[in-house]
């Protein structure tokens, strides 16, 4: 398995990112919204919201593993040498045999589309995971 680091000059807020999912689309768009680390990132505004499409989105999960789950080796990344609290693409994922069951499928047509990716995002109190064909990363600035 290969990890892919997409969030290189942004991060999710370390303590309180409260991420959200909306579905459009009729289920093929997922949109994954949080607040953003401004602390240590300077291109980053307080109160700035990170927004994830997710294109013709296959299935996801957000649930366990926290932070502390994930130093106790609660979570089945944890031997890979992944660091926690980043947004990742999995290259060769086993996820067809290893997606974790509390899965939400959206669209059961898009099982088979042959370039779907695995991807991988840890915030401080779970972990959210999804199936798709690509995604799209953008900034709401505060008002």
Do not use: V
């Amino acid at each position: 398995m290969e990890f892919i680091k997409h969030n290189i000059d942004w991060d999710a807020e370390p303590n309180a990112p409260m991420p959200e999912i909306k579905l459009i689309n009729n289920n093929s768009k997922l949109i994954l919204s949080f607040y953003l680390n401004s602390f240590i990132h300077p291109n980053i505004d307080e109160e700035s919201i990170g927004i994830i499409d997710f294109i013709n989105c296959y299935k996801y999960r957000i649930g366990p593993t926290n932070d502390e789950g994930f130093y106790k080796g609660q979570c089945r990344f944890y031997k890979t040498g992944i660091p926690w609290g980043n947004f990742y693409e999995i290259k060769n994922s086993t996820w067809k045999k290893d997606f974790p069951k509390d899965e939400i499928i959206l669209n059961k047509t898009l099982k088979n589309i042959k370039d779907l990716n695995h991807y991988l995002f840890y915030f401080r109190d779970e972990t959210f995971e999804c199936i798709s064909e690509s995604f799209k990363f953008n900034i709401k600035k505060s008002i």
